[in-house]
């Protein structure tokens, strides 16, 4: 799953560790925004990814595709979105989710940087 790290660490200021004993990256090493379960986690039995998401994404996101996107344990009533990443995989989204999902938790300051450098 070297791609996920791939995108997250292009973004400004990221790191990534183990939280929980699995790939997990941080704005500024303290605010998670994206975690890897390669192997899946508790009932959820195949590699997916937890996402920071805006109010009301998560829903919308369950709403339109509930076999590929799922409300988290621990993290899902802080509106953090499951993806799972054992079908057909549409890496453009992937990326797109992750970049939201730290555009939701970074300082304005990072996300003024990001817009910068992509625009």
Known sequence: MARIGAIC????????RPSHG???????????????WPEGHHRNTFPHLWCAAPPGEQATLIAADPDRFFRPPYVGH????????????????????????YRTVAPKGLVARLDESRG
């Open 9 to 16: 660490l292009a973004l400004p200021e990221v790191t990534q």
């Open 78 to 101: 802080r509106g953090w979105v499951g993806v799972r990443l054992d079908r057909d995989v549409d890496w453009t989204e992937v990326a797109e989710l992750c970049i939201e999902a």
């Open 22 to 36: 699995t790939p997990t990256w941080f704005v500024r090493d303290r605010t998670a925004f994206v975690t890897l």
